[in-house]
């Protein structure tokens, strides 16, 4: 695993450095921070705090959903990280840096990107005109990992794969 992951981190870290450095512009860095550290659950739980106030009994069982289904993502993106071991790229490579703190040493996969893409995917089901700002949203938090530098393509790819399938498999459950 640990040489096929060595190899795919040399395939992808010029993608990083490229995105680092446009990364490293004020004007650029500033607000995919903000948005990054938003992912961090302060949007996703503030969301569920207010979706049952606004869509009364609706919103709720989106909230409840969402919740049970970012347990689970957080322990199989847990075991995941430990199982692979995958070094963040700006602990790889040198010239790429990271201008916010990593929350934990691994990057594979991307638990931000795993619980935005899940997320969303749970409360569009139940509340679908939330699409026009969940959807950029999700984007904008996947794309903000690589440019800060805290992972690689392929964490953030695999991440959504991840959260996509973990939302369909429980709304499947609920349907």
């Known amino acids: 695993m640990q040489v096929w992951l060595q190899h795919l981190n040399e395939i992808e870290a010029p993608v990083c450095r490229l995105w680092s ?16 550290r938003l992912g961090d659950g302060v949007f996703w739980y503030s969301l569920m705090a207010v979706l049952p106030l606004i869509y009364g009994l609706e919103g709720a069982q989106a909230s409840l959903h969402m919740l ?5 993502a957080l322990i199989l993106y847990k075991s995941l990280k430990g ?6 790229p700006c602990r790889y490579a040198s010239d790429i840096v990271a201008p916010v703190a990593p929350l934990d040493r691994y990057s594979f996969p991307s638990g931000h990107t795993l619980h935005a893409v899940s997320f969303s995917t749970v409360a ?3 509340i679908p005109e939330l699409a026009w700002i969940l959807v950029p949203f999700t984007c904008l938090v996947a794309t903000s990992r690589v440019i800060l530098g ?3 393509p392929s964490d953030v790819l695999v991440a959504t794969l991840i959260g996509l399938g973990l939302a369909y498999a429980g709304i ?4």
């Open 124 to 126: 569009i089901y139940y």
């Open 83 to 88: 199982f692979t071991r995958r070094e963040r």
């Open 21 to 36: 450095r446009s990364g490293q512009r004020h004007w650029i860095q500033r607000p995919f921070a903000i948005v990054s």
């Open 172 to 175: 499947t459950l609920v349907v």
């Open 150 to 152: 805290l992972h690689y």
């Open 68 to 72: 049970a289904t970012g347990g689970i």
